[in-house]
């Protein structure tokens, strides 16, 4: 069974720092994009970053540019999100997915069950 | 950036009734829109990608119609595992957006 489990959300305060990750199960990891997603408490679902199968192509969302930075482990099927400089308008429930295709070009048809971060002072 | 925008935002249906979600793009996407659906406090599973194609084991009562700036999904019979938020997205062009989500209730 495909899976993907987020991990390394919690409380920080405006400013600080989070590392976020994606272990993934089930498929051929090096074979995907990945991408992160959030959901900000009782909002809809925003797309964060996207990298592809080997971390040669990454995207990343106007609202994060310059703060945050994706990358992979394919040797051991990790996804990160480096979260720096955090708001508190990051907060929210990320959400790890893969792709469909390697350069993420589709849809994301694994989801993991999310893991909540927090910016307050 | 390519807005989706969803109607209605809240849609009452009983069991077994017809329920029709709409999702309009402020540009052509091609047939390059996918169906979520998000349970409270879950995570959003895959209905439909390429507009129309439904999803690994997903019921036939799902379907997905559409091309270009209107799309539609309908669930010809709804079941109680069925009420949920519906989000639609397209991945034709960077960044990838969402519509604001339909609630079936």
């Known amino acids: 069974e495909m899976q993907v489990l987020e991990s390394g959300g919690g409380l920080v305060q405006p400013g600080g720092s989070l590392r976020l990750s994606c272990a993934a199960s089930?498929?051929?990891?090096?074979?995907?994009?990945m991408s992160w997603f959030r959901q900000a408490p009782g909002e809809g679902l925003e797309w964060v970053s996207s990298?592809?199968?080997?971390?040669?192509?990454?995207n990343y969302a106007d609202s994060v540019k310059g703060r945050f930075i994706v990358s992979r482990d394919n040797s051991n099927r990790i996804l990160y999100l480096q979260m720096d400089s955090l708001r508190v308008e990051d907060t929210a429930v990320y959400f790890c997915?893969?792709?469909?295709?390697?350069?993420?070009?589709?849809?994301?048809?694994?989801w993991g069950t999310g893991t909540t971060v927090t910016v307050s002072p | 950036e390519i807005v989706m925008t969803q109607y209605p935002g809240t849609l009452s249906v009983s069991p077994g009734e017809r329920a029709t979600l709409s999702c309009r793009a402020s540009?052509?996407?091609?047939?390059?829109l996918a169906w979520y659906q998000q349970r409270p406090g879950q995570a959003p599973r895959l209905i439909v990608y390429?507009?129309?194609t439904r999803a690994t084991g997903i019921p036939d009562r799902f379907s997905g119609s559409g091309s270009g700036t209107h799309f539609t999904l309908t669930i010809s019979s709804l079941q109680s595992e069925d009420f949920a938020i519906y989000y639609c997205?397209?991945?034709?062009?960077?960044?990838?957006?969402f519509g604001q989500g339909t609630k079936v209730e």
């Open positions: 997915a893969k792709d469909s295709t390697a350069y993420s070009s589709g849809w994301s048809n694994v």
């Open positions: 089930g498929f051929a990891f090096n074979t995907f994009a």
């Open positions: 990298i592809s199968n080997g971390g040669a192509v990454i």
């Open positions: 540009q052509s996407v091609s047939h390059e």
């Open positions: 390429g507009a129309s």
């Open positions: 997205q397209q991945y034709n062009k960077w960044p990838k957006t």
